[in-house]
């Protein structure tokens, strides 16, 4: 009956969104306000509220395992604690796609709900755009990939969820990543929009703005906490690998960076008006392009998904049709794109402009070195690329791109002079070189951490400086928000080049009593003790941890052996410090008694995570500042405009 | 300016072609092996049971034309290819096996069990040999030719239509 | 965009526990080397060499039994002597550019390495467009 339910009401929303892409072109055509364009917000909003509905229905099938249903026995289990039953709705292939449209149907719903700032018209494009593309995906779901289907014969159990995937981090990641993932589609709108009623301007982006900073925020924070769950729950210690599907969610943070700042730009200084409509469809291209790299298994992953060429070829079929007419409008159209105000190159336009082009590089870079593999394959070669080529190749572009980040935002708009900021200039300046030679004298690190570490503290004291001379209280929220922007990705830079560099290592297979020593570290094997859960059972160490004279501290790896699926992960435990992690990871047993350990010492490597979280955080007080600033200018307009009544009824 | 703007339009249409080319084509996960052609390395492995012999390279170059059958008890298509082996083995073929990671117990059960097709079966405890000629899984077999140069890789399971298959590799490997 | 995974996920990081080999790992598929120097060569080594049973993934993040006998492998290579460019070009010979994440410079990649200067060429013939115009 649920299951029915959910079904119905995604074939519903299938409809609406059919509705809204129709009313929507045919309005667009009309030109003044028809009856069917005054349908194209309520369908949106009711869309959104209908696939809510049938998102909740599966997740309900999921919370009370309901065995009937093919995808929950597939993929859950009666034993598997309720947080992860839940999670679980999301942890294979039809769940995670109905997230999607999920996400795809509130974004329209809101935007159709809150969005007043552009024209109608541009408005009704927009939301048509937002129509057609998830109208390619409901028709993805409920034709090829229904996750709702019945089994003809309830099964007895289940088959369980991934061991792996049983942990917290899983209940985080892939929603705030396909919030913003998909949170893109709503740029890709606003762009395909524009472009149909030729409306490319500083309204555009102003209204584009924080809808695009929305999603970039989620997306920011969902690839922190992927690489974070990496890092603590695979065992090695490793937070990036360069894996195809890791790429499939930088791409697109990539391209929302690049436009976040190409729309602001537009926005205060209308300016780089094709570059923002090229990046707006850009970005959420990527998005699409990676949910076909990882669905259709042409491209070997630890991530990968289901395995189906079938299903691949309808996702292709997909992004051909909308990535491919995006494009082909934007060739026809961005002509008469009229050129914006002009700006010198020594000015905060050229700065972004700048940054601009250097993004793009970077997810070229990424975007060849995950499709290369693919195009030899063609030639029956296979190669494969992973960080030895996307480090150095990426660090090309984005070393100098962090020298201009540092400078830029002191520049001013349109026209300005470097010896102007000539001090601050000469500061950061003096601070990566003083970095660069200490660091080089006094470690022996590799060319890429000393520069990460170097262009990282510059950076760091950088960022700040754009709060120089200005009253503090009065500093628009937005502001704030790109200073700490900034210095998150400072902070992130320096958590990566310290763990690259200063990482220690120690593999030991120790009895219960010994010792090993890892960097400062010395670690007691106290015992080993059998443990149970609720669906598995694991050899749990008890380890003695303490840091030079420090205390000890107790930690707790394990060795976990599930049985539904049957498999063994291992259970990290961590000892943090403010300057850094231990990580401990307890192997197998040797067959003279000996316990295997791995441990690491991974100084301020909790910088890259906490950097992320601050690029978030930046990124929020400027989403908030712009939203106030927004609101506020509404309540004047309103305020003017009711004085005006009045004066005229008075007169 | 204009013709710039249908750059980004020509690459991902070049994109989708591609992929819409690797989709068609079967999902290949095997490691060819790049010593095809090449002589066997020197190696010299003891047996992997009593009862049988050792392989070593010298075993090959007699002149004779041998088959190379890298398994383990451990492995589960290796119980698929067991009568295929058989076959060959009534059918003339020398097969010389390679038990990787595999304890003698496992061994003698498994071959107990499934046959002994084998002439000579060497142990690999640590995937040695494996990995000096470009192995990179179980089962494979090779067709190493009477001077100990490899000549052929077949790699998984062999199937009832690969038999003609390896036997002519064998006949060309004369 | 990163996914739940199948079954061949599971065989990367952990076992199933059905038709497992029982053998102990190799000696130095667990074990560093005495010489913190050659231990640092073979661990940066290790990082770039794929796993051949793995979905994508270095032989240094990988518990299956044959990414340890290849770090056995490396490992005594380099106590040994041999340098890690040797012990690649070994490994290359056997399996194939694919057993190395670092491409080298060849026939079959060298786009990879063109496309990168195309790039930096492109990314300045628009800077200077842009900018000398506007001068």
Redesign the interface.
């Known amino acids: 009956m649920i299951a029915e339910l959910g079904l119905a009401a995604l074939w519903l929303a299938a409809a609406l969104a059919a509705l809204q892409m129709i009313a929507g072109f045919l309005a667009l055509r009309a030109g003044n306000a028809s009856e069917l364009a005054a349908l194209i917000r309520p369908a949106a909003i009711v869309q959104g509220v209908l696939v809510t509905f049938s998102f909740a229905m599966l997740v309900w099938l999921f919370a009370i395992t309901d065995l009937s249903v093919k995808l929950v026995a597939s993929n859950s289990h009666s034993l598997k604690p309720l947080v992860f039953k839940l999670s679980g709705t999301w ?2 292939h039809e769940g ?1 796609m109905l997230l999607w449209v999920m996400v795809m149907g509130l974004a329209g719903a809101l935007i159709a709900l809150v969005e007043r700032r552009l024209p109608e018209r541009t408005m009704n494009a927009t939301l048509a755009a937002q129509g057609v593309v998830s109208l390619g995906f409901y028709a993805f779901l409920l034709l090829s990939s229904n996750p709702f289907e019945r089994l003809p014969v309830p099964a007895a159990e289940g088959m369980g ?5 049983q942990d917290i981090g ?1 209940a985080f ?2 929603p705030t ?1 396909y919030l913003g ?1 998909v949170g893109l589609s709503v740029a890709f709108s606003f762009a395909v929009g524009a472009l149909l009623t030729r409306q490319v301007t500083p309204d555009f982006a102003r209204a584009m703005r924080p809808w695009v900073l929305a999603a970039w925020i989620m997306l920011t924070i969902g690839i922190t906490a ?1 690489s974070y ?2 890092y603590y729950e ?3 210690g ?1 937070w990036w ?1 360069w ?4 790429n ?2 930088l791409m697109p943070w990539l391209a929302a960076t690049a436009l976040l700042h190409s729309a602001s730009v537009l926005a205060s200084r209308d300016a780089l008006r094709t570059w923002t409509i ?1 990046l707006g469809v ?1 970005a959420f ?1 990527m ?1 699409m ?4 790299l ?1 669905r ?3 491209l ?8 189906d ?1 079938e299903r ?2 309808f996702i ?1 079929v997909l ?2 049709i909308f ?2 007419g995006a ?2 409008l ?2 026809l159209r ?2 008469t794109i009229s050129e914006g105000e ?4 020594a000015s905060r336009e ?1 700065a972004l ?2 940054n601009n ?2 993004l793009s ?1 970077i997810l ?2 990424v975007l ?2 995950t ?2 593999p ?6 029956d ?9 996307f480090n150095p ?1 990426g660090a ?2 984005a070393i100098p791109m962090f020298a201009v980040m540092a400078v830029g935002p002191l520049l001013r708009w349109r026209e300005d002079r470097i010896d102007r900021i000539g001090k601050e200039v000469a500061l950061t300046a003096a601070l990566v070189v003083a970095a660069l030679v200490l660091t080089s004298l006094l470690t022996e690190i590799g060319l890429l951490p000393l520069l990460g570490l170097a262009f990282g503290i510059g950076l760091a004291v950088a960022s700040w400086l754009p709060l120089r001379g200005r009253n503090l209280a009065r500093t628009p929220l937005a502001t704030w928000g790109m200073v700490v922007a900034h210095f998150g990705i400072a902070v992130a830079l320096i958590g990566m080049a310290s763990e690259s560099a200063f990482t220690k ?3 030991a ?1 120790i009895e219960q009593g010994d010792t090993a020593t890892v960097g400062p570290w010395t670690v007691v094997l106290e015992g080993v003790e059998p443990v149970a859960g609720p669906n598995w059972t694991a050899v749990q160490a008890r380890l003695s941890a303490r840091y030079g004279d420090g205390e000890a501290r107790e930690l707790t790896p394990q060795s976990r ?1 599930f049985w539904a ?6 259970e990290s435990a961590l000892a943090t410090r403010w300057n850094g992690q231990l990580y401990a990871v307890v ?2 047993r ?2 003279d008694g000996r316990w ?1 350990l ?1 441990l690491w010492w991974k100084p301020f490597v909790t910088l890259i995570w906490y950097g992320g979280l601050l690029i978030a955080l930046g990124g929020l007080l400027a989403l908030i500042g712009r939203v106030l600033t927004d609101l506020r200018h509404r309540r004047l307009a309103a305020r003017i405009a009711e004085r005006r009544a009045d004066r005229e009824a008075l007169a | 300016m204009s013709w710039r703007l249908w750059v980004p339009l020509f690459a991902f249409a070049a994109f989708v072609g591609l992929a819409a080319y690797q989709l068609t084509q079967p999902k290949d996960d095997f490691v060819q092996s790049g010593m095809v052609g090449q002589p066997l390395p020197y190696f010299d492995l003891p047996p992997a049971m009593d009862g049988v012999e050792g392989v070593a390279s010298g075993t090959f170059a007699d002149g004779e034309p041998r088959l190379l059958n890298i398994w383990a008890s451990w492995c589960l298509p290796c119980i698929a290819e067991a009568p295929q082996l058989e076959s060959l083995e009534q059918q003339g073929a020398k097969i010389v096996g390679i038990a990787v990671r595999d304890r003698p117990e496992d061994v003698a059960g498994f071959l107990a069990q499934h046959g002994n097709p084998y002439t000579h079966i060497g142990r690999d405890d640590l995937s040695e040999v494996q990995l000096a000629i470009g192995s990179s899984g179980v089962p494979e077999t090779f067709v190493i030719d009477g001077q100990g140069v490899i000549r052929y890789q077949h790699i998984g399971d062999i199937r009832a239509r690969d038999v003609p298959i390896l036997l002519d590799e064998l006949e060309k490997a004369r | 965009m990163t996914r739940p995974a199948l079954a061949a996920f599971c065989l990367a990081f952990a076992m199933p526990l059905a038709a497992q080999q029982t053998m102990p790992p190799a000696p130095f598929a667990y074990r560093q080397l005495e010489d913190p120097a050659q231990e640092a060569a073979a661990q940066e080594l290790m990082e770039t060499l794929r796993c051949l049973k793995c979905q994508s993934q270095s032989i240094a993040d990988s518990d299956a039994p044959m990414a340890g006998d290849m770090r056995h492998q490396v490992r005594i290579r380099v106590a040994a002597g041999e340098s890690p460019d040797e012990i690649r070009s070994w490994l290359i010979q056997r399996y194939g550019d694919y057993v190395s994440y670092k491409p080298a410079v060849s026939a079959t990649t060298w786009p990879l390495f063109a496309i990168p200067l195309l790039l930096i060429a492109v990314a300045g013939a628009i800077l200077l467009r842009r900018f000398r115009k506007r001068a």
């Open positions: 942890g294979n995670s969820l991934n061991p792996l995937l899983l990641h892939p990543l993932y992927g769950w990496a695979l065992g090695w490793g690998f894996d195809p599907v890791e499939a969610s090229m850009v291209s998005s392009v990676g949910t076909f990882v259709s298994g042409i070997t992953s630890v991530h990968a998904f289901a395995v060429p691949g070829t292709l992004l051909g990535i491919g494009l082909l934007f060739a961005a002509n002009r700006f010198a190159l050229g402009v700048f082009v250097m590089a070229a870079i060849l070195g499709l290369y693919l195009l030899t394959e063609a030639f070669v296979r190669v494969s690329v992973g960080p030895p080529y190749v090309i572009f290592e120690r593999l297979a052996n699926p049957p498999q063994q992960t291992t192997g197998d040797s067959p295997q791995r």
